[in-house]
């Protein structure tokens, strides 16, 4: 039987941009990088990552069609996360690293973590977006 590093164990999933179904996929991931042998406390990395990507597709996207697409690609070494909305796009480089003690001043915006949150927790993170869209790679590699 083919194990779950084989490429054939490619995962996709396609969800509607309804409340909570972010939790779908990041308990999918969770459970995938699980069988993959990560660590837990990678695993819940990985999950983590992913639930903060759905969230910004979810808040921000205003995809049309309101779904979010991803693909988990399991690989020997590394698990690959590919994250796709058909949404308005932004621009990654105008996204600077949130500074603290900024955000604790008040009447400053709390927000602006998301992006931020996706590049600590996995080991590589890329943003290719434009006015058709968003995907977010995420890389986790194995210890
Ligand atoms: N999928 C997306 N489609 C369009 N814009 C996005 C998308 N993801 C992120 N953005 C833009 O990037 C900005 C920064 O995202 P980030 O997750 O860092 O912060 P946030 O979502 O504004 O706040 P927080 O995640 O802390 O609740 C967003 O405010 C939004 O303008
Ligand atoms: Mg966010």
Not at 7 to 14: A, G, P
Not at 16 to 37: G, R, T, V, W
Not at 52 to 64: L, T, V
Request: hydrophobic residues 35%.
């Amino acid at each position: 039987m083919a194990k779950p590093t084989d490429q054939s164990y490619t995962l996709e999933l396609v969800i509607p941009i309804q409340q909570n179904m972010e939790l779908n996929a990041s308990k999918l991931a969770e459970n995938l990088a699980q069988s993959m042998d990560f660590t837990p406390e990678q695993c819940a990395e990985i999950s983590m990552a992913l639930l903060e990507g759905c969230i910004n597709a979810f808040e921000h996207a205003q995809s049309p069609e309101g779904k979010v697409f991803i693909k988990f690609i399991p690989e020997p070494d590394q698990l690959k996360i590919i994250l796709h909305d058909n949404g308005i796009g932004f621009d990654p480089k105008s996204i600077t690293k949130p500074d603290i003690s900024g955000k604790l001043k008040p009447g400053t915006s709390k927000r602006g973590w998301g992006i931020h949150l996706m590049e600590k927790l996995m080991d590589k993170m890329e943003i290719d977006s434009d006015a058709t869209g968003t995907t977010i790679t995420l890389i986790k590699k194995k210890k």
